[in-house]
Structure formats: C-alpha cells, structure tokens
C-alpha cells in the first residue's frame, strides 16, 4: 500500500477495534478515524525516488488517528494508532476548551430530541402552523460569544415545510424562535424568542402568517420546463487521454496522487509536470461563513464547514451525466461513524477530460498560415452539501502547465424571519416574512510548494510607473518591483500586485531569473467582521488574503485543528493549556521563509449580498484562483499540443443539423 492511499475499511475497523479495546465498557464515540501522513522529511525521499524509479527506501510508517468522547460526557481523546504493528501509540486527553466536530449520528439524535421536547412542542403549538406543514431542524454551531463558555451547544433554527412533497422548501418559513441543545446531555438548554424587526427586540406573540411559496424542487415549480434545449453530449470514441493506477494519476505530462480525507475532502499530493516539482500537496484548509446580522444570536452565526463538519463528511455521491459529464472516472472512499465503523463515500471525486476553448492561435499576417490547438482540460471534482448550501470544488489542470482551483457556491439561501412590510440594512427580503441575511464565505487554500525542490520563497510583485525623466520621456514606462517576503506573516492585495512563488537557487536561461508560480486570483474583500470580535479572533486566516509560514509537519489546518465553538490558543484562560495553534500564531513566529521550506495559505474570499435572484435556489457564483508558470519554463509549455483539425473534431454545421433534421425528422 502507498504511504498516500487513503485509509480502508479494514484499517479503520483495526484504529476502532484498537480503541474500543482500550475502554472496555464500550462507550467510545468515535469523531474521526483519519490517517496521519508520514512526516514530509521522511515521504519525499520515498516519493522521489518512486517517481525516479530508483530503489525505495524503507516504506514510511503507515499511522492514524482518531478523536473521540467517552459518551455522556465532555471528555475528549485523542489517540495515535501504529497501523504496520497494530499498535495504540499514544492517548492524550484534550483541554475542555476544544471540542470535536459534529458528526451525522448525533446530529440526528440531537434534531430528534429538539423537535420532541414538550417545551419546543408547546412554542411551536403557540405559532400556529395549519396542519400540512411540518417542523424541521437545522443545527448550526452555537458560536462563541465568551472566553468561558465550555458546554458544546447546538444552536437550532426551526423552518416548517407542507407535508405534500418531500421536497418542499422549508427555507420558505423561517420560524421565530429557536432552540439550543446541549450536545452531551441532549437536554434543551433555552428557546430563544428571535428578532423579526428592525432593531434587537422580538415578539413572542408572533403567529404564523401564509404566503405563497417559492420552490426549487422541479416538481413543484409553476412555470413550465424549457422544452427548446436540446441534448449535449460528450464523446471520445477512442477513450480517455489519461491513465490511473489505483490513486495515481497521468494525464498529458502531469503526474499527481489523488487523496481524500473526513475533513478536507479531495487532497493533490506530489504534483509534477514533464518530470518536474512543482507542488507537494494542495487542499482546501478551511472554509468559514459569517453572517453579517447584528442581532443576538444572528452575531453568533457562523460556522466553519471544513472543521465543524468536513468537506469529506458532507462529499456527494456524484451522478453520472448529471454532476459530471462525459468518459468519467470516478473515485470512492471510506470515512467513519461514531460507532468507528467505515462508511463508505461512494463516487466522491469524478474526473474527465473537457474542451476548454481556443489553447493557442496565430495566424501570420503575410502569408497566412495558421497554427491553432485546442485547450484540453482535466477536471477533478467534488461537491459537499452542508446544510442549505452546496459547494462545488475543482482542479484543472491544463496542458500549459498551469492549474485552477475552481469553486462554484449554490444550494439555498439560510433565510430568517422577518415582520411583514420590515427592511433591514443587513439583509434582503427574498418572499413574505423572509429575510437571507448578508454573509461571506472565506476559503483558505493550502498551497505546499515543491518547485524545483523544497526550497521556495514567496514574493510580492507590484507593476510602477516610471517617472517622466530622461529614460521615460513621454511618461509611458512601467516597471516591476519584487519584494521577497523574509519572515513568515502576511502579505496584502493591491490592484498591480501578483504573487509569486519561486525558487531562488534555480534560475530560468532565457529570463535570467528564478524560475516561479504566480498565483493569479483577483482581490476580495476580506473578513468584515471586525478583528478583535471573536469571528475575526477564531478566524484570523479570514483577515488577510495571503500568508505565508516556515512548513512544520501537522500544521494544516488555517483555524486550528478544533474549530467547534473554537477558543483561540492566544486567547488567554486561566487553567488553559497552551495547544497548537492556528495560522495567526504560526504567522506570528516570525520563522525564516526565505529560500525554506514555505507552505502559503490564499484566502479566497466570496462576500455574498443576496439578490432576490438568489432564491429559492441560487445559480452558481464562481470564484477561480490559477497557479500559472512565470518563467518556469523557457517556452510556451503547450507548443507540442498536435494542431487542431476538423478530421479529429467532427464539428458539423448548423444548416447541416437542419437539413439531416428535415430530410429526417417525422411528417406532419
């Protein structure tokens, strides 16, 4: 088995047989099983010398871990599992103040205890919802509005939906109060009347009010379907230009090992083209959606969907011809459950190849000629849903040697209530009584770059005019100005700013400088919360959009390793344990990162202002961020993409298709 192959069933049956066998009163609740990848030093001498085909050394020790409580308590462990000897290594009980993501099971039980309870049973009786509708529940984290508040809360807004169809839209009819569950316990801590006007106060004499309702689900909506598009389909009659050997992939001169995991979901290890270094490992970090509302407990909506839930978690079972399309290549995976036992993740990940448009042209103004390749892309891809929302994220890779992460956000807008004929500064109506509050959505892209070798610096490039003066005499010069990033910490956007990422020991021939990546994503606007609230205190990635830090190994995680109702470590508290850390503090360090061995963290930031046209489901708002070669290579890397012909396209013209169609097609 590869050091980089994800975790099987048979290895995660083994952790939680080993586990359990250490409690022998049977009362575990597992959080996550998950493999611990070697440690870098020791994985890229393997790596390199199987790309090589040279001799392996030693295969790196194959480890897991597995967080879990002792159930019916708040004890939580974390425990290192050597997998070669079956082994437990390692327990160590975690400080109170961290706790463990929510998981699917006790999502369920604390959903069906909330809408059980007699107390919530008798608010919901008092709103006077008619008879088809029925109460649902999200559960969102409950935040964080104290240093002392330990106690792992479920903050649940209610929604009531017809019983009719089951894909009704309860997020049509937001209901004005709102329960909290304790997660240990599963007893219900408060109800919480919500706010439904302009300011902080609520009505609990609210009643429930019709409206005609708006509907995703194709069954329901009113309008007829389209009945003027016609099929689309993608064939390639001799295959697929890429190959696969269990997770490693070919694809026109890349080579990359596909990884998947409970909490960041699809993970780009050893990523090389044409035979060269260019990326150790990608993957998405983090992900935190802030709401903007002011009003108690809109101030504490928040969640980050990578550490409170898992993009791995939350990964969709991917349909063919719907989610992917064309000669798909799917990939599938298996995570665990409280009960330590696998699950699998059917279809997680498809891959297939697309037509991208026009890779290269010219034609020579004199003669004529013409040259002109088409771009081929190969697409990896997964979607999450968690909650109302859906997140679609995606590599591709180009045959110019540069890669884009693509993230596409869709789903429904988590809506509140709202008093008829009401307006808020801080939020759009979307229907009657409801209102989707103003929110965003930052992403931290985990970036551990290997070009030419581990040793990388990041740098700042800014375009500047020159000055009118003798070598710029009509004022139309420009120039660049590099400024290497020395010591870990951030670095800011500015609209003539591109970062690169470069190797200073090799020097391109034809430029005369070091070879690079540049990372091409235009400027956002970063968290708007403000720094010292505690979004901007548990989210400190969210700030600034780029950051760079010296690679230490179990650092991967941009808020943290615990993110659920998450107490910064440089938050201080008496009793406290000093832990790990997030990305602020290992910013904070101040370590050299010049010429090292650098991960670089982009924040990707999506501030979502909703638009009526949001609702009731909400096209796909695409945010793309492409690591490009910049004087990596001495040449356009695509050049020997074989020109495009009609021969091997088949392309046919419109008044063909017509033609064929008439000559064909039924008599009236």
Not at 206 to 223: G, I, N, V
Not at 566 to 580: E, F, N
Request: hydrophobic share 35%; glycine share 6%.
């Amino acid at each position: 088995m590869h050091p980089l192959d994800p975790l099987t069933p048979t290895e995660i049956a083994t952790v939680a047989a080993l586990i359990t066998g250490l409690n022998p009163e049977n009362n575990i609740h597992f959080k996550n099983i998950v493999l611990i990848e070697p440690p870098k030093a020791e994985l890229r001498k393997f790596l390199a010398a199987e790309r090589n085909g040279s001799f392996l050394p030693p295969t790196p020790t194959r480890r897991a871990s597995s967080l879990y409580y002792r159930r019916q308590t708040a004890d939580l462990y974390l425990a290192s599992v050597n997998l070669d000897m079956a082994k437990v290594e390692k327990v160590e009980k975690l400080d109170s103040k961290y706790h463990g993501q929510a998981d699917m099971d006790e999502v369920i039980e604390v959903r069906d205890k909330c809408l059980s309870h007699p107390k919530v049973i008798e608010r919901i009786k008092q709103y006077g919802l008619p008879n088809d509708m029925v109460v649902v529940c999200d559960t969102w984290p409950y935040g964080r509005d104290s240093e002392e508040m330990d106690k792992r809360l479920a903050q649940c807004y209610l929604y009531a939906k017809y019983q009719s169809h089951p894909g009704s839209n309860a997020y049509d009819n937001p209901l004005p109060f709102s329960p909290i569950i304790d997660y240990i316990t599963k007893e219900l801590v408060d109800i919480m009347e919500l706010p439904i006007g302009a300011d902080h106060g609520v009505n609990s004499d609210a009643k429930f009010q019709f409206h005609t309702p708006k509907e995703w689900h194709h069954d329901l909506q009113s309008e007829p379907k389209r009945a003027d598009l016609k099929p689309l389909t993608v064939h390639q009659p001799l295959g697929a230009s890429f190959t696969v050997d269990g997770h490693l992939v070919q694809w026109q001169k890349w080579r990359f090992r596909v990884g998947f995991n409970w909490r960041e979901g699809m993970v780009i290890h050893d990523v090389t083209y044409d035979g060269r270094e260019l990326f150790h490992r990608l993957s998405l970090s983090e992900m935190f959606v802030p709401y903007g509302d002011p009003r108690t407990p809109y101030s504490r909506k928040s969640v980050f969907d990578v550490g409170d839930i898992g993009a791995g978690v939350a990964a969709n079972n991917l349909s063919l011809g719907c989610d992917c399309l064309g000669l798909i290549k799917y990939f599938s995976f298996n995570i665990s459950d409280s009960q330590g036992r696998p699950v699998e993740k059917p279809n997680a990940i498809c891959m297939h190849e697309i037509d991208d448009g026009i890779g290269w042209k010219h034609t020579d103004g004199a003669t004529k000629e013409v040259s002109i390749v088409r771009s081929r892309v190969l697409v990896l891809q997964t979607i999450i849903t968690v909650g109302n929302y859906e997140y679609i994220f995606m590599w591709h890779f180009d045959q110019a040697a540069a890669l884009h992460y693509r993230i596409q956000a869709t789903g429904i807008l988590s809506t509140v209530p709202i008093a008829r004929g009401v307006t808020v500064p801080w939020g759009v109506n979307v229907n009657e009584g409801v209102m989707a509050p103003y929110h965003q959505h930052v992403f931290s892209l985990r970036i551990d770059p290997a070009l030419d070798g581990d040793r990388n610096t990041f740098i700042e490039e800014d375009s500047l005019a020159m000055p009118f003066d003798a070598n710029n005499p009509v004022g139309v010069g420009y120039v660049t100005k590099r400024r290497a990033v020395m010591r870990s910490g951030y670095s800011e956007a500015q609209p003539n700013r591109v970062h690169k990422i470069i190797n200073p020991s090799v020097i391109n021939k034809v430029s005369g400088r070091p070879v690079a990546y540049t990372i091409h994503s235009p400027q956002k606007q970063m968290l708007l919360a403000h720094p010292q609230s505690w979004h901007g205190k548990r989210a400190k990635y969210a700030l600034q959009p780029y950051w760079v830090t010296s690679y230490r190994d179990g650092e991967l995680y941009a808020a943290g390793d615990y993110t659920y109702q998450s107490l910064p470590d440089d938050v201080p508290r008496a009793g406290a344990i000093s832990g790990k850390g997030d990305l602020g503090m290992w910013a904070a360090r101040g370590d050299r990162v010049d010429n090292e061995d650098i991960v670089v963290w982009h924040s990707i930031s999506l501030t979502h202002n909703p638009r009526p046209e949001d609702y009731p489901v909400m096209p796909c708002e695409t945010m793309t961020v492409s690591l490009k070669p910049s004087g990596f290579f001495e040449q356009n890397p695509a050049l020997d993409v074989p020109q495009s012909t009609q021969r091997s396209n088949q392309s046919i013209l419109y008044e063909e298709q017509q033609n064929k169609a008439d000559c064909c097609g039924p008599k009236l």
